[in-house]
C-alpha cells in the first residue's frame, strides 16, 4: 500500500514531466473502455491513454447486463453517459485470458451437466478455454449493442463498437474481425 501512496503523492510531478494536462475542460474521450476489475488488465497501460482518452467502465469479468428500463444498473447509466453525454464515437470492450468469470461458468457449465473429474470434484477444464474466453466478449457486445441508446448511434454509424482480447500471458491484443469470424492481432 506505502508504494501506491507514494506514486499518488508525486503524481503532479509525474504528469507535468510527461505534458500531461491534468485539467478537466478537455474532456472528450477517444473512445469508451468497457473490461473486467481484474487488476492484471490495465486499459491505460494498454493503449497508451493519457487522462482524458478513456472513459472506463470496469466491471466483474466485464459483464454487461441486459438493458431493463424498470431497473437501470450503474453499468447501463454509465454506458447512456458516455454514449449521449460524451458522445464517444467508440466502445470497446476488452475481455482477457485466464479469466475467472469465464473459468467459473465453465465449471458451473460442467458441474450442471454432472461431469465430474475421477475423485468425484470438479472437473478439470479441458479444451480451448480461449474460445470460451472470445465468446464472452462477444456476448458482452450483444448485450451492450441492445441497450437503447447505442442502437441508433449504430444505426447513423456515429458510434462503433470493438471487441478486444489480451492475452495476459504473451500480452498480445486481438481485435474481433465480423467477417473472418475471428479475433486477429491489432
Known sequence: MQYL???ARVFRARAAAHAMPLDSAARQPRAMFISCSDARLVPGLLTAARPGDLFELR??????????EKAPT???RTIEYAV????VSAIIVCGHSRCDV???AMLDNLAIAGVTGSDGEAAPLAGD??????????SQLDALSDH???????????????AWFHDIDTGATLAHH???NTFLPL
Not at 59 to 68: E, H, N, S
Not at 84 to 87: G, Y
Not at 131 to 138: F, K, N, Q, R, S
Open 59 to 68: 466491471t466483474y469479468g466485464g459483464l454487461i447486463p441486459p438493458y431493463d
Open 84 to 87: 449521449n453525454e460524451l458522445n
Open 178 to 180: 465480423a467477417r473472418a
Open 102 to 104: 469465464v473459468t467459473a
Open 5 to 7: 501512496t507514494d506514486q
Open 148 to 162: 437503447p441508446c447505442v442502437a441508433p448511434r449504430l444505426a447513423d454509424r456515429s458510434l462503433h463498437l470493438h
Open 129 to 138: 478455454v480461449t474460445a470460451a474466453d472470445h465468446w464472452h466478449v462477444l
Open 74 to 76: 450503474a453499468e447501463s
